[in-house]
Every structure is written in C-alpha cells, then in structure tokens.
C-alpha cells in the first residue's frame, strides 16, 4: 500500500468521527453568533464544511519568491523544487535527558 492510499484510507476513517462530533458545536456556534439565521442554511453550510472537497495541493514547492509569493514549480525532494531546495530546513529536535525533571529546590509543586 503506497503512503498516498494509507492517507486517504485515514482521511475517510476520521472524515465521519469529526462531523458527527463536531457538526452540532458548529451549527450551534453558526446561529448564536448570528452569521446564519436559519437552522437549514446552518444546514447546508455546515455540510459543505465536513464535506466538501478539500485541495491536494503535496505537489507544489513550498519555497517562497523574492516577492514573498509561493513558488508554483513541482516539489522534486523534500517539498521543495530545484531552485528552492536551499530554503529546506531539517527538522530540529530538541534533546531530552531522560526521563529526568529538574526542578528547583525548595519550590513546592502542585502535585
């Protein structure tokens, strides 16, 4: 199975939980804000947020210009194209000490 179905396999798993979980807060925060006044344009627009197509944008650099625009080229590695690859940025992970926490004496914890 390629990384591409996996996700998508995942995507339409969570797809349902979330709008089942999530569509009344919605509706409910839509009206009591007064953005919509009827119960079905709540309806409808809550819907459209849970279903509606979402755009699959993996394939385009994530460099910037020089004027500060995204850049449109195809990502070649790393999500970057060739002219942009010097703006990739390995992950930094910040280094634990174990399972240790320090903490300084004589300062009670809320524990």
Known sequence: MHEDEYAQMIVDAVRPINREY??????????????VLDDEKA???VTHIFEGK???NKN?????????????KPAR??????FHQKQYRPPTGTQ?????????????TLL
């Open 43 to 45: 309806d409808r627009l």
């Open 96 to 108: 634990v000490n174990g399972n240790r926490v320090v903490r300084p004496k004589n300062i009670p």
């Open 60 to 72: 385009i650099c994530k460099g910037r210009l020089a004027n500060g625009k995204r850049c449109k």
């Open 77 to 82: 590695e790393n999500g970057y194209c060739g």
């Open 54 to 56: 979402t755009p699959e």
């Open 22 to 35: 999530y569509s009344d807060k919605v509706k409910y925060w839509l009206i009591k804000s007064d953005i």
